[in-house]
């Protein structure tokens, strides 16, 4: 065959090496007189007939002459049946991949990941049998089920076609079609959850390792012992309303557990500059919050030792935790907790000369010394009608003044709400006044949902720190010549940019970050409403004071500063 790449290399470069550089983004130019069909009695090629054009002898492609440009969609062995027909030896289940998102992965933890977790997964046989692997392959699925989280309003089978994109109409020797609802139903219940969370766990310690690898703070805390800082928020999910579900995770609200939905409680661990996830422990949501969450939290210190180092601050609501909780968590790394109006504190120090002082937190038979700072805020004029309280473990007054540790609590806001409302987007039914929404009717199910989604959320993140980084810095404006932060990057924007990528068949993730990185999200703007507004109307006539989105500094006064 005779063709020409639309790009630099050579034809014989390209045939030497056994797979196509550049996956789908390599065009190849064929003059259309040379397009020729395979069939032997010479008729063309009909709708049903499935195979391929071929190239007949063609000579070098001059100016001015009709040319096809074919997206390069797969490399498969040829198979040739006797009346001349050229089809692909295989399915798109040995091809398709998840673009970009794979991509990352395969650079931070290792190349064919999703396919090593395949190999070590065990079917369960009272669902699948050994001959339907011709049409759901273990790695097949295992990528559709971190796409489908991506994809909230699409069916199953939708995901399935999205993800062999092209590869559908590749006229492979064997016919392809999407698997039926229930065929992947059956699927999913044969993986189980422990591959899904194999993979969630590899792509967790991944951006870990990034993080520890690369610089990515965006605010900094200590002077000559600069910490990272992270954020520790619990949140609820709800999962449909089945008999399994609801023994297994209850409902919070009510005691009869007469709510509408049952409700999975989960505790998302965010890096609060990069609002990236690195870990999530979840269970029951449990009819005590406070209850629930502890649990969750001994399961997180459990589970991911590896994230409570002495060079991290934790920065955690009042949810509070109890004194030997904290004392264990003190051991390991710092926190920065605020506290609730009646949680006794017992003052054991004059006031510090940046306004906080030291005091003894005690309960549970556990008495732990923590710094204690008090500040008020005022936003256009108007005090905040609470005075905010912080504890933490950080004693050093000179390294880690007050008036600095007040000024990053509010990131717990940017590591956990805004992260949790942009992950929690891409889930059905997602919205302020619904909430998301799992598809999964039984436990073992909405655990292996919860693991792709994590996955699938981290490893876009993760695409969208890339194209931080390769981003050009703006020329003006308040960042002009600063570099890009991944704040910057619209999860939203990249997240619809990866789909499209991924139905397109093997786009290059670097022309996907390019792509991403060229629009920028305007951040730290001081934004707030003077009312609180959970779900205001997005009714054009709806203009009503409280729903006003005002642009205000928060300023700051220690309650105990001289000054």
């Keep these: 065959m005779s063709s020409y790449p639309a790009g630099s290399r050579s034809v014989s470069s390209i045939a030497g090496d056994g797979e196509v550089p550049g996956g789908g983004s390599l065009m190849v130019a064929v003059r259309l007189g040379d397009l020729v069909s395979p069939l032997r009695n010479g008729r063309p090629l009909l709708e049903g007939d499935r195979s391929a054009l071929v190239i007949g002898g063609t000579g070098k492609i001059r100016a001015g002459e009709a040319v096809v440009f074919l997206k390069v969609v797969a490399v498969a062995p040829a198979q040739v049946r006797r009346d001349g027909r050229v089809q692909a030896q295989g399915s798109p289940c040995g091809h398709a991949t998840l673009g970009p998102l794979e991509e990352w992965l395969e650079e931070k933890a290792g190349p064919g990941v ?219 790394t710092h926190v920065l907790i605020r506290l609730k109006g009646d949680i006794p504190l017992k003052q054991v120090s004059e006031i510090l000369p940046d306004g906080s002082y030291l005091a003894e937190l005690s309960g549970d038979g556990v008495t732990v010394t923590v710094r204690v700072i008090e500040y008020d805020v005022t936003v256009e004029g108007q005090q905040v009608p609470e005075m905010f309280c912080l504890v933490t473990d950080l004693l050093d007054w000179r390294e880690y003044p007050a008036l600095a540790l007040a000024g990053l609590y509010k990131w717990r806001w940017e590591g956990s709400e805004t992260a949790l409302r942009e992950s929690k987007a891409s889930l059905d039914g997602a919205g302020p006044g619904t909430g998301p929404m799992l598809r999964s009717g039984s436990p073992d199910l909405v655990r292996q949902e919860l693991a792709a989604w994590a996955a699938a959320t981290e490893m876009t993140r993760g695409v969208a720190r890339d194209a931080a980084l390769a981003a050009i810095p703006a020329k003006k404006g308040r960042r002009a010549g600063q570099p890009v932060r991944p704040r910057e990057i619209s999860h939203a924007r990249a997240r619809r940019a990866i789909l499209t990528a991924i139905r397109a068949g093997k786009t290059s993730c670097t022309t996907v970050t390019s792509a991403i990185g060229k629009y920028r999200t305007v951040t730290d703007r001081d934004r707030h409403r003077a009312r609180k507004a959970k779900s205001p109307s997005t009714f054009g006539h709806a203009t009503l004071k409280d729903t006003i989105i005002r642009i205000a500094p928060a300023v700051i006064t220690m309650a105990n500063n001289p000054s």
């Design 114 to 332: 999703i396919g090593l977790v395949a190999e070590r997964a065990v079917l369960r046989p009272e669902f699948v049998k050994g001959e339907r692997e011709r049409l759901l392959a273990r790695a097949f699925m295992i990528r559709v089920l971190v796409l489908m989280t991506l994809l909230p309003d699409a069916g199953i089978r939708d995901v399935i076609i999205a993800l062999a994109g092209d590869l559908a109409g590749v006229p492979w020797a064997r016919p392809w079609a999407a698997a039926s609802e229930r065929a992947c139903g059956d699927w999913r219940n044969a993986l189980g959850p422990e591959p899904l969370e194999e993979l969630r766990d590899i792509v967790l310690r991944a951006s870990w390792a990034e993080h520890e690898d690369r610089d990515l703070r965006a605010v900094n805390i200590g002077r000559k012992r600069p910490l990272k800082a992270g954020s520790i928020d619990g949140t609820l999910i709800r999962v449909p309303d089945t008999p399994a579900n609801r023994a297994a995770f209850g409902s919070v609200g009510t005691g009869d557990d007469s709510a509408p939905f049952p409700q999975v409680r989960a505790l998302p661990l965010n890096d609060v500059s990069t609002r990236a996830l690195l870990g999530m422990p979840h269970g029951p949501a449990g009819t005590d919050k406070a209850a629930a969450e502890q649990k969750l939290l001994d399961a997180a210190m459990r589970e991911h030792p590896h994230l409570f180092t002495q060079d991290r601050l934790w920065l955690m609501d009042r949810n509070y935790h109890g004194a030997a909780r904290i004392a264990r968590l003190i051991a390991r």
